[in-house]
């Protein structure tokens, strides 16, 4: 079942809207680090006030990353659109029912397809990651000071140094 004009159409506006919204929300975080940039300026702040501009920055970055990266689908799917591509499962072939690009109108995929994906993922992927991460972290040469990266330069640096003195 293919989409019809005016469910292209209304999935069209909807895409535009959702844009409109994610750059409006943008100019709203801009904003915001202007504000917290006059903070972090001023002179005798409390540490803890240097603490929250971090966070808010940290939380800023994120969905700045977030909203580029939902910006980017929804111009892949005004581009599908454009193609006539759009609405087709990018995995399955099969059209997207009109109710799931309605609720996520920038998906590439039907829900069987999407569900598909979710299952077939590897759920020890995550650990094994972090537990080899936390392996780097816990290796005795890394832990041990004579060993690591940063001593070792930096006793280079105060040998140079002692040597120049000289």
Sequence with gaps: MSLTKE????????????????????????SML??????????????????SIYLDRM?????????????????AALKRMEDGTYGICEKTGKDIPYERLKAVPYTRYSIDAKKNEET??????????FSEQMR????????????????E???????????EEK
Excluded: C, W
């Excluded at 069209?12 to 801009?30: A, F, H, N, T, W």
């Excluded at 939380?59 to 111009?75: A, K, M, N, S």
């Design 7 to 30: 469910q292209k159409a209304d999935l069209y506006e909807r895409l535009i809207q959702l844009k409109e919204d994610v750059k409006g929300s943008k100019k709203k975080e801009e």
């Design 59 to 75: 939380t800023e970055q994120t969905l700045d990353q977030v909203d580029d990266q939902l910006e980017g689908e929804i111009d």
């Design 120 to 129: 077939n993922q590897d759920p020890n992927e995550f650990d094994r990651s």
């Design 153 to 163: 330069r930096l006793e280079e640096e105060q040998d140079v140094d002692v040597d």
């Design 136 to 151: 780097d972290l816990t290796n005795r040469e890394t832990m041990d000071q004579l060993h690591s990266d940063t001593y």
């Design 34 to 51: 202007v504000e917290s940039n006059e903070i972090s300026n001023g002179v005798g702040n409390h540490i803890a006030d240097h603490g």
